[in-house]
């Protein structure tokens, strides 16, 4: 679906009607402090107010990608809205950071452009996941890796103080990443980097199919500013308490330390379908 001005105020428009009309448009997904939000496509921000959850978490490559004036209409939208962006995903699809043919620099020039686009939007985190941008190539030097990664860390964590950002390393599960698999690597490596600006984010998918123990969420509670989250058993929208065993301990942990960010949907799943069910479910555990 295009990005035109029109189609930005169509939904603002709607958006408008809705909210005259006592629709679930005020700010109450909130639970416990805790903000709550959807990963998805642009064109699905509309839904994220329709349906009350806080935020929407689009790509910032997506973002980064969109021709002027199909971001000045999305940015339009997004302003004209009580929901924000305050956190994007998926940094980069094409840059890379490990490997023999890195170059920081252009790097840096994408961040820069793309993190004063997300910061129009009301990002606050960006996380870095983006699989392939870290994939240690067949027989390079892990500790080769390890030290770029660091670099890359470093030098987008003052590109991120510039915008007033915050980057948060992402652990992906083994299928989608040969580094960073577990919250504690990614603990790990954020105190090596040591930039204010550098953090990490747990995902409640990833640390189930590594069989991560959720006390790493206690462990990292001062260094974690964002999560994700999904029904480990196919990667859906969480519905019940009886879908997984651990979600009480995790939630439980999650309310003990005091965390206060944002917790995003990232799975399968529509607003239409699963919206009513998955806000029921965090509000349960979290209120």
């Not at 998918?205 to 069989?211: A, C, K």
Request: glycine content about 8%.
């Amino acid at each position: 679906m295009p990005y035109t001005s029109a189609g930005a105020s169509h939904f603002t428009r709607r958006a408008v009607l809705l909210a005259a009309a006592g629709t679930a448009m005020s700010a109450y997904a909130k639970a416990g402090g805790i903000e709550l939000g959807v990963c998805g496509n642009p064109q699905d921000f509309a839904k994220a107010e329709q349906f009350g959850y806080d935020y929407f978490e689009p790509s910032a490559a997506t973002i980064a990608a969109m021709t002027e004036p199909a971001f000045t209409a999305f940015r339009d939208q997004v302003k004209a809205s009580r929901s924000n962006c305050r956190s994007v995903n998926i940094l980069f699809r094409n840059q890379k950071v490990v490997g023999p043919d890195v170059n920081l620099d252009e790097v840096v020039n994408y961040l820069d452009s793309t993190f004063d686009r997300c910061r129009s939007l009301g990002t606050k985190v960006v996380v870095w996941g983006s699989s392939g941008s870290r994939r240690v190539p067949d027989g390079y030097s892990r500790d080769t890796a390890w030290a770029q990664i660091k670099a890359f860390l470093a030098r987008a964590g003052e590109v991120a103080r510039a915008k007033g950002l915050v980057i948060g390393i992402e652990p992906l599960r083994k299928q989608e990443s040969n580094i960073i698999n577990t919250g504690a690597e990614a603990f790990k490596l954020l105190h090596e980097v040591n930039h204010p600006q550098v953090k990490m984010i747990i995902d409640f998918y990833h640390l189930r199919i590594e069989n991560e123990d959720p006390e790493i969420v206690r462990r990292a509670k001062d260094d974690i500013v964002h999560m994700h989250f999904a029904n480990p058993t196919g990667r859906r929208w969480p519905h019940s308490a009886d879908e997984d065993p651990l979600y009480g301990k995790f939630f439980e942990i999650v309310k003990a330390i005091g965390y206060q960010g944002g917790l995003s949907i990232e799975g399968t799943g529509t607003f239409e379908a699963d919206g009513s069910a998955s806000m029921a479910f965090f509000r349960n555990f979290l209120g």
